[in-house]
Structures are given as structure tokens and as C-alpha cells.
């Protein structure tokens, strides 16, 4: 109960704190501490207790800082623990630690990234800027300024995103680059008309002019002093008023314009006046007793001297003192008052020594930062060659291995093809080693059968020989001895039959052996001969012999085909002479679908087909049928006449 | 860039032998397919022509087979003239 009462006041002591004197909040937050709230509030108390101790103690806030930093760890606060670094940062900053600033800034970041705390992420970005920015590395100062800027406008907040250009301003400003500091102020000009923020409206215009001024572009910074004052006066706000009329004097000065300048300063002098600003008082007084000096209005000269150089004394701005007695020590040598111009010139020494040595001394630390800064740029250029050159070294490394690559792949493609090329080399050979060895083959079969052949041959001329021989003895038998037995005659002449029959079938066969191939037209004259010669033996028979003219007579038979359907047909008309009796046989071959028919008819007296046993001549007639793969059909009734028909396929 | 350069030159050197021997394989093959053309005529002109023989030395079996049977009857036939003149003598 007691600590929920305590929280409740801490919540709204945080509200009000903005408020009061920093004393006093420090008291009442070591109040808030000793009730021993809860954890997270302990915590923040000490947060708070490091932020307000850093003008009054910084060893004091160092102290709460690590307390803060020492509770959220051990409790696991990462909030706490983050804002704890972020604060002992900011010590760190105060004192120009900036490297152990940077460490622990970025401890905090790491916590608030994971924590997604944007806001408090660009919040640290911009403190990291800023310890850049005072180190004189200014291109990470633009960096994590931009990067701060970047959440700032995500998350619309104008407010902190205009504060960071005017800071990234400066920046550039830092670094003389005064047209990129114009255009920032430009930048942000532009924003605060867009959200009709005229107080910072009018900051913008004044930044504005100074930039043009450096960039000794003086009708655009008069133009925008103008409007800075118009501005001001407008909104009545006297502050920026006193200023941009100290500024805008000061540049009227320097025209040489001093009756108007003089009036500004005065316009300028007064509105300080009325704002207690001591500082304003003090550099406005001394800068319109330069101005009376320079137009030898002494009277006034020296009331703005002693105004200018007492209020530099009570603010401790030792750079307006300096100027006063600079200006006193020529008033009184215009006076000629030796004395006077002595004690301020011995004060405007002494002073002027003490703020040398330092300004030596801050100057030193700066050229030293920029010599540091310079140096690192150095070594970072240096690493960077090193870099290049290592990026180079793979690359060529990377190009030497792409190139071994490739001609791996390329000799493995010739490999390849060699092998291909080898394969196919032998397989041409086997090819050819099968072609040629069926070629001999087939050549050898081919010899020993023409050399059969040709034995045959002389055989079958022998055996002609001999036959002739026997025919011819059996003819002197007969006329020679006179022989009057008929059995012995008939016996003769069927011997003389025989041998005769033997010698016609070999010439037969010879002629057909003699033809590789036979043409329809040889066939034909040789049926014609075999009919011609019945015709004439038998003149009560009649015989005819027709073939179809639309017959190619190029068709080509083989020596076996020819031989079979000569032999049928003289098988066949054979029969036709011995049995048929019949006035007229005929033959006729004609054409058919896909063969060629031959059909032998007589009109003799026929047969029962069904009751008659075939005898030796038609069974040789079918058998020669089938060896040439021919159909044959044989129709006869008796009285009627018998018609035998071969069918043969080409 | 020494080494690169030779790898290079390696990589064209053998490429142009890549071609060359692609271009003699295609050749060969033309070659190849010719000379079999060839072969195959000639295998075919052997074959027909142990075909001819085949159907010639058919036809001459067929005769000796005749001619065999005739003989033996022209022997038949002589052996029974002889008988019948031994037969008219006695």
C-alpha cells in the first residue's frame, strides 16, 4: 500500500519535475529511494537521480548511473539497463570521454534493438552523431545523424527530425561546406512553413541569412534577415527580434550603413534590455561604442562601455571583456589620458593572455582531433588499398580459377570426343572386319558352287554324248541286223524313246542353267517351239498358243520358276495328247491382279476329278507348283474337256 | 596475369583441337558410311548371285534326280532286250 502511494507520487513528482529547481528534485527523488519502492521504480528514481546530478555532481551521477545500471541487471530490466547506459554515455560525453561514450552508447543500442525501441534507437543514434561530430569524424557524425533522422521522420515525429537537420546543419557548417548547410536550413525552413511552426520559422530565416552570409551572398542574407524580423515582429517574439536586429546591424555595419546600423543595434540594445539578457546587453553596448567611436560621438562611447564591460564582468564572458577594454584603451588615448589607457591596456593584456593560452589550448586539442582525425582517414585509406588490393588478388585469384575450370571442362569435352572418336573408329572397323568376312563368306560359297556348276556341266555333255551314243547304237541295231522281232523292236524303240526324253530334259535343263535369269519372252518362244512340234507330229490335234499383250515381256522369272512352269505346261499337254483324245488344245497366259495365270484346255473327253486317282504326271505338276509357290487347279467332266490352270505370283 | 594468360591460350589451343577433331570424326563417318555403301553393293551383288546358283544348282538336283530315274530305266529296258535275246537263241 505504502509503496503503491509511493509510486503514485513518483509518477506525478516525473510530470512535475520539469518544473522545479534540480535541488529540490534531487531531494525528493532520494525521498522516492528510501521508501524502497519497487524495483523498476528504484531504478528509474536512480536514472533520474544521474540525469540531475550531472550540473550539480558528476561523480554523484556516475554513482547513481552505475546503481540504475547495477539494479536493472541483477533484476533483468533491460529497459532500465538500457536507459542506464544511455545516461552514464551522456556522462561519459560531458567529460569528452567520447570513446568510452561510444562503448557504452552502443551497449544501449544493442539492448533497444532488440527491445525494437525505435525512438530509443535513433535517441542514441543522434548522441552518437554528436560525439562524431566532436571527435572530427564528420562523415560518421552525418551518418548515424541520418540514420537517427531517418526513425525520426518513420515515425512522424517532426518535431525531433527537424532537430536533427538543423544539427546535421551545423555539421556541414563544421566542415565550411556552407551551401549544404544552406540547403539543410532551406530543407527545414520548407518543413516548418508546411506545419506553420512560425518560432522555429523564424530561427530558420535568421539561420538562413547567416549561411548566405558566409557564403558572402549578402542580398539573399538581407533579404532573409528581413523576413526574420518581419516574422518576429509579427509574432511579437522578442528574443528573436533582439537578435536578428543584432545580426541584421552588425551586416549594415559592414555595408558601412552606420546611421541605420546604429539604429538596429539601439532596437536591439533595448529589447535585451527589457529581456534581462545580460550577455545581449553586454554585446550590443559594446558593439554601438565601436560604432560612436568610429563617428567620434565620445559622449555616448563611454556609457556603453561601462554598461558593456560591467555586464561582461557578471556573466564571466571573458571574450566581450577583452573587447571593452580593447575599446577603453582607445577612448582614453583619444582622451589622452596616458594613466587610463595604461591600466586597460595592461587588463586587455593580461586577459587577453590567460584567453589565448587557453583558446591555444583548445585549439591545439582541435588540431590534434583533426590531426587524429586525419590520420585515421589515413590509415582507413591505407586499409582500404589493402582491402582493394586483397579484392583484386581474389579476383584475379577467382579469374585464374574460373579460367582452370573452364579448361578442365574443355579438355574433358576433347577427352571426351577422343574417346567418342576412338569408339566409333572401332566399331567402323568391326563393321567392316563383319561385312568383309560375310563378304568372303559368301564369295568362297559362291566359287565352290560355279565350280559344281561347271563340273555338272561337263557331266551332263558326257552323259549327252553317251545318250547320243546309245540312240545312234540302237539305230544301226536296228537297220543293221534287220531285226524282225517285234518285241525286240518295240523293246528298241522304247530304249531309243527313253534316251531321247533324257537328252531333251537336259538340254532343257542346260538351257535354263545357262540363264541366271529368264525372261517371259524367252519362255515363250520356248513353249511355242515345244507346241509347234506337236502341232506338226499330231495333225489330228489342233494346237494354240495365245499370251496377253498387255504382259510385260521384261518379266523376269528365275531359272526355277522358268524350268517348273515349262515343265507343267509340257506335263500338260503330254496328258492332254496321250489321254484327252481332243480335237483342239490350247494355252493361254494372261494377267491378273497381282500374278500372271497360265491355262491349258482341251476339248477332249475329260475325267471325273473326284473319282480318277491322280497319277505320277499331275503330282510332279504339283509338287513343281509348290517349289515356285503357284496355285494350280484342275476342272474336268467327262465329255467336256479338261482345263488346268497355274496361278503364279510376282 | 602470366598464368592467367597461358590458361587462356591453353583454354583456345584446345578448344581449336576440340574442333578439329569433331570435324575429323564428322568426316570419318562420311567416309565410314561410303565405304559401307560400297561394301553392302557388293555383298548384295554376292548374295543375288549365290541366289541364281542356289536356284541353279536346285534345278541341276532336280536333273540328277531325273536323270538318275531315266537311266535306270534305259538300264532296266537293255537288261530285258538282252533277256529277250537270250530268250529267242535258246
Redesign the interface.
Known amino acids: 500500500m505504502n509503496k503503491r502511494l509511493l509510486s503514485t507520487i513518483f509518477i506525478i513528482f516525473s510530470f512535475c519535475c520539469f518544473s522545479q529547481n534540480p535541488v529540490k528534485i534531487i531531494d525528493s527523488l532520494k525521498q522516492v529511494v528510501d521508501s524502497k519502492p519497487k524495483d523498476s521504480i528504484t531504478i528509474k528514481a536512480y536514472s533520474d537521480l544521474c540525469w540531475y546530478h550531472r550540473n550539480v555532481s558528476i561523480d554523484s551521477a556516475f554513482s547513481y548511473g552505475n546503481l540504475a545500471l547495477k539494479l536493472s541487471e541483477k533484476t533483468k530490466n533491460k529497459i532500465g539497463e538500457a536507459q542506464a547506459y544511455n545516461d552514464i554515455g551522456i556522462l561519459h560525453y560531458d567529460l569528452a570521454e567520447y570513446p568510452k561514450a561510444i562503448n557504452v552508447y552502443q551497449k544501449s543500442l544493442k539492448i533497444r534493438q532488440r527491445l525494437n525501441d525505435s525512438l530509443g534507437v535513433a535517441s542514441l543514434y543522434n548522441k552518437m552523431g554528436l560525439v562524431y561530430q566532436n571527435t572530427f569524424k564528420m562523415d560518421s557524425a552525418i551518418f548515424y545523424a541520418t540514420k537517427a533522422l531517418h526513425i525520426y521522420e518513420a515515425k512522424n515525429n517532426i518535431r525531433y527530425a527537424i532537430a536533427l537537420r538543423n544539427n546535421i546543419a551545423n555539421i556541414h557548417k563544421g566542415l565550411k561546406q556552407y551551401r549544404k548547410a544552406l540547403d539543410a536550413h532551406l530543407e527545414i525552413a520548407k518543413i516548418n512553413t508546411e506545419v506553420k511552426d512560425d518560432e522555429a520559422l523564424v530561427k530558420s530565416y535568421n539561420n538562413i541569412a547567416n549561411a548566405y552570409l558566409f557564403l558572402k551572398d549578402t542580398i539573399n542574407s538581407i533579404s532573409y534577415y528581413r523576413k526574420g524580423i518581419e516574422l518576429a515582429e509579427k509574432r511579437s517574439n522578442r528574443n528573436e527580434m533582439a537578435t536578428l536586429y543584432n545580426n541584421y546591424g552588425s551586416l549594415l555595419q559592414s555595408k558601412n550603413e552606420i546611421p541605420e546600423a546604429i539604429k538596429f543595434l539601439n532596437k536591439s540594445l533595448k529589447l535585451r534590455q527589457e529581456l534581462n539578457d545580460n550577455y545581449g546587453i553586454s554585446s550590443t553596448s559594446l558593439h554601438l561604442a565601436g560604432l560612436y567611436l568610429d563617428f567620434g560621438e565620445l559622449n555616448k562611447v563611454e556609457k556603453h562601455l561601462r554598461l558593456g564591460l560591467k555586464l561582461s564582468e557578471e556573466s564571466g564572458a571573458n571574450e566581450l571583456k577583452i573587447d571593452a577594454y580593447d575599446k577603453f584603451t582607445t577612448f582614453y588615448a583619444i582622451k589622452k589620458n596616458t594613466d587610463s589607457v595604461i591600466y586597460y591596456k595592461e587588463l586587455f593584456k593580461a586577459l587577453k593572455d590567460t584567453v589565448f593560452s587557453k583558446q591555444v589550448i583548445k585549439e591545439v586539442t582541435e588540431v590534434q582531433e583533426k590531426y587524429n582525425a586525419s590520420e585515421r582517414e589515413k590509415e582507413i585509406l591505407s586499409q582500404r588499398a589493402d582491402l582493394a588490393e586483397k579484392e583484386l588478388n581474389i579476383t ?1 585469384k577467382n ?2 580459377l574460373t ?2 575450370g ?2 578442365a571442362i ?2 574433358s ?2 577427352g571426351y ?2 574417346f ?2 576412338q569408339k ?2 572401332n566399331q ?1 572397323l568391326k ?2 572386319v563383319e ?2 568376312e ?2 568372303v563368306k ?2 568362297t ?2 566359287r565352290l ?2 565350280q ?2 561347271r563340273i ?1 556341266r561337263d557331266l ?1 555333255d558326257n ?1 549327252g554324248a553317251q545318250l547320243t551314243f ?1 540312240i545312234s547304237s540302237i539305230e544301226n541295231l536296228q537297220y543293221g541286223f534287220k531285226i524282225t ?1 517285234d ?2 523292236n518295240n ?2 524303240l ?2 531309243s524313246g ?2 531321247r ?2 537328252i531333251y ?2 538340254r532343257d ?1 542346260i538351257w ?2 545357262n540363264k ?2 529368264i525372261y517371259l519372252e524367252d519362255l515363250q518362244s520356248r513353249i511355242s517351239n515345244f507346241i509347234d512340234k506337236a502341232d506338226i507330229s499330231l495333225s489330228l490335234m489342233k494346237f494354240e498358243f495365245h499370251i496377253d499383250e498387255s504382259l510385260s515381256k521384261d518379266l523376269v522369272l ?3 520358276q522358268g ?1 517348273n512352269i515349262y515343265r507343267i505346261i509340257q506335263e500338260a499337254i503330254n496328258n492332254a495328247i496321250k489321254y484327252s483324245k481332243a480335237k483342239t488344245v490350247s494355252v493361254n497366259i494372261f494377267k491378273t491382279n497381282q500374278s500372271f495365270q497360265i491355262e491349258i484346255k482341251d476339248d477332249g473327253n475329260g475325267f471325273d476329278v473326284s473319282s480318277q486317282k491322280e497319277g505320277n504326271g499331275l503330282n510332279n505338276m504339283r509338287k513343281r507348283a509348290t517349289e515356285i509357290e503357284a496355285s494350280i487347279n484342275i476342272e474336268s467332266k467327262i465329255n467336256m474337256g479338261t482345263q488346268l490352270t497355274i496361278n503364279i505370283p510376282y | 596475369m602470366f598464368f592467367n594468360i597461358i590458361i587462356f591460350i591453353l583454354i583456345f589451343v584446345v578448344i581449336v583441337f576440340i574442333i578439329k577433331v569433331y570435324y575429323e570424326s564428322e568426316k570419318n563417318k562420311e567416309l565410314s558410311k561410303k565405304h559401307y555403301q560400297k561394301l553392302n553393293i557388293v555383298l548384295k551383288n554376292e548374295t543375288s548371285k549365290s541366289y541364281v546358283i542356289s536356284e541353279k544348282i536346285a534345278l541341276l538336283e532336280s536333273l540328277h534326280e531325273s536323270l538318275f530315274k531315266r537311266l535306270f530305266k534305259i538300264t532296266q529296258e537293255v537288261l530285258l532286250f538282252q533277256k529277250l535275246i537270250f530268250d529267242s537263241r535258246s
Open positions: 584475379r579469374t585464374q579460367g582452370l573452364v579448361l574443355v579438355i569435352i576433347l570426343l577422343l567418342n572418336q566409333l573408329k567402323q563393321r567392316e561385312l568383309k560375310a563378304l559368301i564369295e560359297q559362291n558352287q560355279e559344281r556348276l555338272s551332263h552323259i546309245i522281232n518285241k525286240l523293246k528298241l522304247t530304249i527313253f534316251a526324253d533324257t530334259e537336259l535343263t535354263a542353267m541366271s535369269e528365275t531359272s526355277v524350268m
